[in-house]
């Protein structure tokens, strides 16, 4: 993997004694310092706050893992960041989605394939990532399926991912 074409320096773990404890809370988490940590190393409280932030939405809330990822493929493929889109298929995979609706998800329309439930949420994530504006009708229907600390952590997740997706496609982060 080239990694030329990424606008920032790469920050390789060790080399910086001061980010060793965000280092080591990331691999606590993460398991690695992945391309998009090396990135992110470059400032250490934009790190920190990252890896908290984004632990607590895909580890910490109450949305289904399932629908976390096709909410989170969705937002890549609306934003053109096919990093974020290939690094989430495995999650998507583990979390049961199939890979017809991974397919399914890049599609401009939304399919039949998706039950009621996931084309709300779909829905959910087209308009706060093309338009930032939800319809109150859309909060509605939302609302009406969702407890409103669902609904915040359902909100939050489409956010977050809309931030990480923007993130890695400014700084040009690709495999």
């Known amino acids: 993997m080239s990694t030329d074409h990424i606008r920032v320096p790469l920050v390789a773990a060790g080399t910086n004694s001061q980010l060793q404890a965000i280092e080591a809370r990331i691999m606590a988490e993460r398991g690695r310092i992945s391309l998009l940590y090396q990135v992110l190393l470059n400032s250490e409280p934009i ?18 893992p399932g629908h976390r990822e096709m909410m989170i493929l969705r937002v890549a493929v609306l934003n053109n960041a096919e990093f974020e889109f290939d690094a989430h298929i495995p999650h998507a995979l583990k979390a049961g989605v199939s890979q017809e609706k991974i397919d399914l998800i890049k599609h401009v329309e939304l399919s039949d394939q998706f039950n009621e439930q996931e084309r709300l949420l779909l829905s959910l994530t087209d308009r706060m990532t093309k338009d930032v504006v939800v ?41």
Request: avoid cysteine; charged fraction near 15%; hydrophobic fraction near 45%.
């Open 135 to 175: 319809p109150d009708n859309l909060m509605i229907e939302l609302s009406s399926h969702y407890s409103p600390k669902e609904v915040v952590e359902i909100v939050a997740t489409i956010a977050a991912y809309n931030m990480v997706s923007r993130f890695l496609v400014a700084l040009n982060i690709k495999h």
């Open 47 to 64: 790190a920190q706050g990252w890896e908290q932030m984004l632990t607590a939405v895909r580890n910490k809330t109450s949305v289904a």
